[in-house]
């Protein structure tokens, strides 16, 4: 979806009819729309941030309540009041748009301050932030990495999707850190693999880039034309990503099933009312991105982009690529994760989940709770995601999914950590995949 495109305004904004006695001061209820004073500044901010309209949400009980005319003169009632939080119907994407997308991502490739690594290494590692994250937040693992691997790792912080940014939805934020991976591949051409580990969102956006940059074999290509090879058959053949060997695929604590589902959202404590309130009003708070993940987006009629990314389709081949990667692991948090719950992020039914003990079971890896290398069930797929169309969007998203096997790594941080959970997850990848 494009950068560019106005989306119809969501502000329900109420203001006071003017009086003949002296006006009170009123307090100003705060937006809806949070904003860090810690977003990026100067040469990394993109012209995009300021494309999109923040949605935001002022309320006057008076107005509330029916008791004070409007601008127009008449009353407002409940009926109109409620009509601002439905959600307008999103923008056919444009040219324009992802013209300028992928120029913010080129821009986002040239930088190489956000880089770490010799010249003389071949393995390419992107990492991706989450909502409303930054390159920062994988500082500290980038160097790392470099640390323990030295002149075999070359780190890349993806810079092209931060702040406000990961507002503008999963494609377009898709759609730059595809091509922010394209200008590094160019500068650096010594590089021969690549390897990608994401944070919670940035895993979506990472599986909706890596379906942009695949590229198949000639083998594949040429196997496309026979109808009685399996999907499987023909993914093994092998791709590229960018055109380098995939190796590594690596989520942390990402909804890979979207956030709708029942205690997917763990801080709403499961009760079904808030639930649905929040599916309904998500997009008020994180824009596209929030329609995405409570798969309440319809393009051109088209079916939830989540439930896109589970086959290869016009918008790209997203299976093939997460397939072409010798390894795919999916870091998940047990408990105290209010934000991203256990089955999204592990790719899990409710009767799958193993029953633990929040114990360590390799004082190396204190935090790993669990490692559950996929099973059998994960390679009798047969039928595709449109000949089930009786199951739920969930079960649809798991039986294609689970098309490849995932390695899922349950963790669990104390308590007391709480506040750090997005950083142990990013150090716990960080220990654990150097070796």
Not at 52 to 60: H, N
Not at 107 to 128: K, N
Not at 139 to 157: D, N, S, T
Not at 226 to 245: M, N, W
Request: aromatic share 8%.
């Amino acid at each position: 979806m494009p950068a560019s495109s106005k989306l119809p305004s969501a502000t329900c904004s109420l203001a006071s009819a003017s009086s003949p006695s002296p006006p009170r001061r009123r307090r100003r209820v705060a937006s809806l729309m949070g904003q860090s004073p810690s977003a990026p500044s100067g040469r990394n901010r993109s012209r995009s941030s300021q494309r999109w309209p923040q949605p935001g949400l002022r309320l006057d009980l008076g107005f509330l309540l029916g008791r004070k005319p409007w601008q127009g003169g008449e009353r407002l009632d409940l009926a109109n009041w409620m009509r601002c939080f439905l959600s307008p119907p999103l923008p056919p994407p444009t040219a324009e748009a992802e013209a300028e997308a992928n120029a913010e991502g080129k821009a986002a490739g040239s930088r190489e301050e956000e880089e770490v690594g010799g010249e003389e290494a071949d393995h390419l590692v992107v990492m991706v932030n989450g909502l409303y994250g930054s390159s920062a937040d994988w500082k500290f693992a980038a160097e790392q990495f470099v640390k323990r691997l030295p002149g075999k790792v070359f780190v890349h912080r993806s810079q092209c999707n931060h702040s406000k940014l990961t507002y503008d939805g999963v494609d377009l934020m898709g759609e730059r850190l595809a091509e922010e991976v394209r200008q590094v591949v160019r500068r650096r051409r010594n590089l021969r693999k690549i390897s990608f580990v994401a944070h919670s969102l940035g895993g979506l956006v990472t599986r909706y880039a890596i379906g942009k940059l695949y590229e198949p074999s000639i083998n594949e290509v040429s196997s496309l034309d026979t109808d009685k090879l399996r999907d499987e058959q023909k993914r093994s053949a092998g791709g590229k990503i960018a055109g380098l060997e995939p190796i590594n695929f690596i989520t942390s604590a990402t909804p890979h099933l979207g956030s709708c589902w029942n205690k997917q959202l763990p801080f709403l404590f499961g009760v079904p009312l808030l639930e649905k309130t929040a599916a309904g009003t998500a997009h008020f708070i994180v824009g596209r991105t929030g329609r995405h993940l409570f798969l309440t987006d319809r393009d051109d009629g088209k079916p939830p982009l989540l439930l896109r990314m589970v086959e290869d389709c016009d918008d790209g081949k997203f299976m093939s690529a997460l397939h072409s990667f010798k390894r795919r692991v999916a870091y998940a948090n047990i408990t105290y994760d209010h934000i991203v719950g256990w089955r999204t992020s592990s790719i899990r039914r409710q009767y799958e989940f193993p029953k633990l003990k929040l114990t360590a079971q390799d004082e190396k890896y204190p935090h790993v709770i669990n490692v559950d290398k996929g099973n059998s069930e994960d390679h009798q797929q047969e039928e595709s995601v449109e000949d089930s169309l009786v199951d739920s969007l969930e079960e649809l998203m798991i039986r294609g999914l689970r098309q490849v096997t995932w390695e899922r790594v349950d963790v669990c941080f104390h308590k007391s950590w709480l506040r750090y959970n997005a950083h142990n997850n990013i150090q716990a990848i960080n220990v654990r995949e150097q070796e």
